[in-house]
């Protein structure tokens, strides 16, 4: 899979901002959003290989997103790696239940995020 397409959602820019340094200096295309709104009208028009998403965000929570994208024929099949800064036993739960791969806490290592990404994106390649 060549320059996978990740759509980062996260409410806070510069968060955004260190999340797609990280991912373009590893060979990522990467597509933002600020807000779940803007993130379900670009999974639509961007299709993107997979969703990194902030689960708290105002109006509309990463737990809502995802059931979104997972309710949708279309998009259900592109993975969605959560992202939070609740370290709870509840927020990882909940993540699994609305169809998310995985849930990353933050402050978390680069390294950290990429490899999860990697596996996710691995895991949803055809096996020949």
Do not use: W
């Not at 990522?28 to 993130?39: P, Q, R, S, T």
């Not at 993975?79 to 939070?84: F, H, M």
């Not at 998310?100 to 949803?124: D, G």
């Amino acid at each position: 899979m060549a320059n996978p397409k990740i759509l980062v959602v996260d409410d806070e820019p510069d968060v955004v901002s260190l999340i797609e340094t990280t991912l373009r200096a590893d060979g990522f295309e990467v597509v933002k959003a600020y807000d779940g709104i803007g993130a379900l009208d670009l999974v639509t028009s961007e299709r993107p290989d997979l969703i990194l998403l902030d689960i708290m965000m105002p109006m509309m929570s990463g737990y809502e997103v995802c059931e979104q994208v997972k309710a949708n024929p279309e998009t259900q099949h592109i993975p969605v790696v959560c992202l939070s800064s609740a370290h709870t036993p509840d927020a990882r739960a909940q993540s699994i239940r609305v169809g998310a791969a995985t849930l990353v806490t933050k402050p978390f290592f680069p390294a950290e995020l990429v490899a999860q990404i990697r596996r996710h994106l691995r895991k949803k390649e055809p096996v020949e």
